[in-house]
Every structure is written in C-alpha cells, then in structure tokens.
C-alpha cells in the first residue's frame, strides 16, 4: 500500500487483493482495531505470543510467536504481505521492524517511532533533548552505583525505571537517600524489564494535581499533505497505580492548560513521524508544570473512553489514519467516562464477569468484555463506560456500575 497517498476506494476482505492489515498484538486495543478495520473491508491477520488473544476473535486469521524473535516476526509478514503492519504492544522485535521497513512494507507509524517509545532512555533523550519538551528531571544508570549517583543528582524521592517495561511493571520509588534502598530498587527494576537491559532511567517523583492522554494524530489530507491534529485532551486517574484506572472526556482543566498539553501532543506526534494516532501522556503537578510522560504510538487505554464520547473513536481514527482516509476532527457527541475492571486472580481460566446486569440497569452505562482466555493478578479483563450530561455525572455513573463487577 502506497505511504501518505489519500485513498478513494475499499476492497472486500479473503476475496481478489484485499486491503489487509497485520495487527502484531492481539489485546483489547488491537481488537477495536480490527473491528473498525473490519467495518472498512478490510481483511485482518493478528498476531500474538498466546493464542486466542482478544483480537483473534475478530480476526480472518492468526498466528502465535514470540515476536521478540525478529526471525519469526520477518517470516510472518512476509508469508501475509500485508499493505500494513500496525504494532499494538511494546514487546516487539524492532529490528524485524527496522528491516521490514527497510524492505518497503508500511510499519505504523514508523519502525523510528515504536523503537523509541518502547525504551524509556531513548523516549526521553528525544522528548527533551530533540523535541525540546519540557519533563521531570532524569538521569541513567548502568548499574547500583551509578544509580546511586543518579538519585543523587535527581534528588528524593524519585523513581526507578527499567529501560524496558510495560504497565508499570518494575518502577520502584526510594524515598530518602539511602545506598541499600537505592541498589534494592535498582535490582527491583532490572529484575522486572524487558529483555536483558542493565540500563535504568531515574526520575524525579513529582506531585500530580492530574495526567491527560493527548490523542494526536497524523493523517494524508487532500493535498497529499499530511495533516496532524489532535482530540480533546482526556483526563485520567491512577488511584496510585502505574496503570490507568479511571478516564474521562472532556477535561475540566483551564483551556490554557488544556491547549499547552494539546502542543506537547503535536510537537511528540509531528516529531516521531509517519501516520496513525499517538497517546501522547501530559502531567500537570500541583506546583503548575505541565510536563511530558510518555508516548504510545497507537490507541490508548485511556482513550477507550472515546468509544462513548466522540464521533469517532481513537481505533476508527487509527484505522482511517493507516488506510489514507480523510479524518475530520471529531466532535464530542457527550461527556463520557470508562473505569478499567482488573482481577487479582492468578491462572483462572475461562473466567466469568459477574455484576453485569445491574451494571447495565444503569441509564447511559456499556460494558466491553475483552476476552482474554485466562487472569494474572492485576490483568485488565473489562472496561466500564458511561455517558452523562455532565462529566461529574458520567463518573457516578460508572463508578456505580463498575462496583457491581466482578471477576470469577
């Protein structure tokens, strides 16, 4: 499929030469990829490293590997020769990505962009120091005493993270200057990356007053030209976690913080290239800094909210994004909010989501049941969404329906 041309015609999927994209991850983001893909005609291969994967429900085929292997990830684009590969996950071979690329298939966005968001030292190099943006104070480590020389330079508290991980998993805070505290963390967070990284990133542990995802996008407009926008910054809480609890949309913030936190967005996407949507993480502290987190260059959790709120949802602007369609800015349609539904059950298969008919008595309130085959403790199973007149109302609401789930 040609890059950054604007498309006029859809094919029909399994038949002729169909439009086809290849999804390499199969969770609950990459299956409303595939829907939306799927309302389009197009014709959708995932690929994950277990089977039956949320998106394999919805899928024409699929294909498990361990796609940290960059032979496997090669053998299977190539077998499929899909006029698009779309990264849904961070456990990635990015040197199969670079190659294929290199090739001429179409990576989304790009094989740039993935490999530098899914590594939080080389993330956060180019968001200060190319992009310029502003970020917490940081430093890396190689090893306990060079973190030791970090924390100290960062200053307490602050936070350990491996280079390499996903949904909080090995980030360790030190509270006070302590050498034990500090090698513990670091082995802490060494133990829990990626892959066998020795690096680390130390950050300054800032208070949050809140965090928004900056849904921005990239897309071919008429001219050929690509056009980046964004959607209205959602809103989203942690409740103290590392991974995201509660969202809503539209935020409530000042328009003035709200429009700083949409050119952090824009400078990330327009800066990491190529098409498709970019969950672009903005912190606001409570000494009034608006900060860069993150990026994830696809949908977002927290913009699962979307589903309810806009017009067109995060995955429908990926996929019109990746097709080369036009993708005008979506309107709120109504104030929203989701609540991620998590289980603190190990190795239950099959498992069963209770609570749902009272939850759904609740006037404006959806559920999607993901489908994963089996628990871990702390995997995310469902999302609550609601809509109401207001905000404040959207949030009771599936506050309310999301205390009747239950994980079985």
């Known amino acids: 499929m040609p890059v950054h041309i604007k498309r006029n015609y859809l094919t029909t999927p399994m038949f002729g030469k ?17 829907i939306e893909a799927q309302r389009l005609g197009v014709e959708v291969v995932v690929v994950d490293r277990y089977d039956w994967a949320p998106a394999m429900h919805v899928a024409h085929r699929r294909y498990v590997i361990d796609m940290l292997n960059p032979n496997a990830v090669k053998a299977v684009v190539e077998r499929e020769s899909p006029d698009a590969v779309v990264p849904e996950i961070e456990a990635i071979s990015y040197e199969a990505l670079e190659e294929l690329e290199a090739r001429g298939y179409f990576v989304v966005p790009n094989a740039k962009a993935v490999r530098i968001a ?8 180019f968001a200060a120091e190319v992009l310029g943006l502003p970020t917490t104070k940081y430093a890396f480590a190689e090893n306990p005493e060079e973190a030791v020389e970090a924390c100290d330079k960062v200053g307490y508290p602050c936070l350990i993270k491996p280079e390499m991980s996903s949904s909080g998993h090995g980030h360790a805070k030190v509270l006070e200057p302590s050498t034990s505290a500090v090698k513990e963390a670091y082995s802490y967070a060494i133990a829990h990356a990626r892959g066998r990284s020795r690096r680390v990133i130390v950050e300054e542990f800032v208070n949050l007053e809140t965090e928004f995802t900056v849904l ?7 001219s050929n030209n690509i056009v980046t926008e964004t959607c209205e910054p959602v809103e989203h809480w942690r409740y103290g976690q590392y991974h995201y609890i509660e969202s ?10 709200l429009e700083k936190a949409r050119e952090i967005g824009i400078k990330t996407a327009e800066g990491l290239g190529g098409l498709g949507i970019f969950g672009v993480e903005v912190f606001l502290t409570k000494d009034g800094r608006i900060l860069f987190s993150e990026v994830a260059p696809r949908p977002h959790d927290t913009g699962m909210v979307t589903m309810a709120s806009q017009e067109l949802s995060e995955f429908a602007i990926h996929v019109r994004a990746i097709l080369g369609l036009p993708v005008p800015k979506p309107r709120i349609l109504t104030p ?14 099959a498992p069963k989501i209770r609570g749902v008919y009272e939850a759904l008595k609740i006037g404006g309130v959806d559920i999607r049941v993901f489908g994963k085959p089996f628990t871990y403790r702390e995997r995310r199973m469902a999302v609550v969404l609601a809509r109401g007149s207001t905000v404040e109302e959207a949030l009771e609401k599936v506050r309310r329906a999301a205390s009747h789930i239950v994980i079985e």
């Open 18 to 34: 169909p439009l086809k994209i290849l999804l390499l991850g199969g969770g609950e983001l990459g299956k409303e990829v595939a």
């Open 118 to 125: 899914m590594n939080r030292v080389e993330l956060r190099k």
């Open 216 to 222: 921005s996008y990239r897309y071919v407009g008429d």
């Open 248 to 257: 809503w949309q539209p935020s409530t913030r000042p328009r003035e913080v």
């Open 336 to 349: 929203a909010a989701s609540i991620a539904i998590y289980t603190d059950k190990d190795s239950v298969w």
